[in-house]
């Protein structure tokens, strides 16, 4: 028979408790990509789906944190961190970091860079990172059904480079230690692409009506 699964919950203590406060202190005042919606929304959501994959307290604590370095400060927050929470928290943290100063380096150069630091990365620092990945590409999904292409303008990557991102990391996360993340990622990432296409496929169909239309009212103007 196969090995049981532990159904015992991870300790959940004064530790996740401080966290929480400090990621809702640093971020205060931040949104989502021109939206109304708390940043710390995300962080409580990443750190939700590390849980519910079998994360322990400090990886929903690595959770909570995973944008505080990039977003609020830098090597000296990482440092902060590390001090506040420990190697481990601190560890998972700049594993799911791509830019640790201002200015940041170009959009394209930052995401690659990051696609290859997550192809050495170990199995808690992917967990957490691909949480974070399917929270941003559910979201997207969800803004994409509700005001379609016009959603592409918040993102540096903009339509292209976003959807190439997102796929890049979906295979890589794939390609070694799946996890339940990842899979789930991979399919948020294969119905976001699959969803455009279709718009698209919509789009220039409507547009090819149009103009055979218009091609129709020229040769029988009196019609």
Partial sequence: MGK??????PALGVRLQRAFRYAAEKHAGQTRKQTAVPYLSHLMAVASLVLEAGGDEEMAIAALLHDVVEDCGGMPRLREVRKLFGRRVAHIVEGCTDSFGE?????????KDYLREVTHADAETRLVSASDKLHNVRTIL???RKDGEAIWARFSGKKEGTLWYYRALSD???????NRNTRELEIAVAELETLVRKSLARKSKTSKSKSVAKKKAVVDPGK
Avoid: H, I, T
């Fill in 4 to 9: 049981r699964k532990s159904l015992k919950p």
């Fill in 103 to 111: 200015p940041k380096a170009e959009w394209v150069e930052r995401k």
């Fill in 142 to 144: 969800a803004d994409y």
């Fill in 172 to 178: 890589e996360f794939q390609r070694r230690g799946a």
